[in-house]
């Protein structure tokens, strides 16, 4: 079994700042991928950023400039440093991983139980 346990939200005025943590914990053979996905309210689920092992990170334009992801590999931890926040990124904020538990078994995705970020204007 693998969990995904994210820390880090809260309510923060525009232009500030905020660091996500989710770290991944289990039965876990190797991480493909690890990152981040936020649905406002009304709004469809969206990737904000994600970063591949042994690729480069990815980001939605919209945060581009502003958010940075990380990854430590020995922690099975990743961070999204969120600064010069918006009110448009007030979201809850999701934990995604793509880990397979198994040499033998496929990739699985898994999800985090959600932060909130809260942007006041």
């Known amino acids: 079994q693998v969990q995904l346990v994210e820390s880090g939200g809260g309510l923060v005025q525009a232009g500030g700042s905020l660091r996500l943590s989710c770290a991944a914990s289990g039965s876990i053979f190797v991480i493909n991928n690890m990152g981040w996905y936020r649905q406002a309210p009304g709004k469809q689920r969206e990737l904000v950023a994600h970063?591949?092992?042994?690729?480069?990170?990815y980001y939605v334009d919209s945060v581009k400039g502003r958010f940075s992801i990380s990854r430590d590999n020995v922690k099975n931890t990743v961070y999204l440093q969120m600064n010069n926040l918006k009110p448009e990124d007030t979201a809850v904020y999701y934990c995604?991983?793509?880990?397979?538990?198994?040499?033998?078994?496929?990739?699985?995705?898994?999800w985090g139980q959600g932060t909130q970020v809260i942007v006041s204007s």
């Open positions: 970063f591949p092992t042994g690729g480069s990170a």
């Open positions: 995604n991983a793509k880990i397979r538990v198994d040499i033998w078994e496929k990739e699985y995705e898994y």
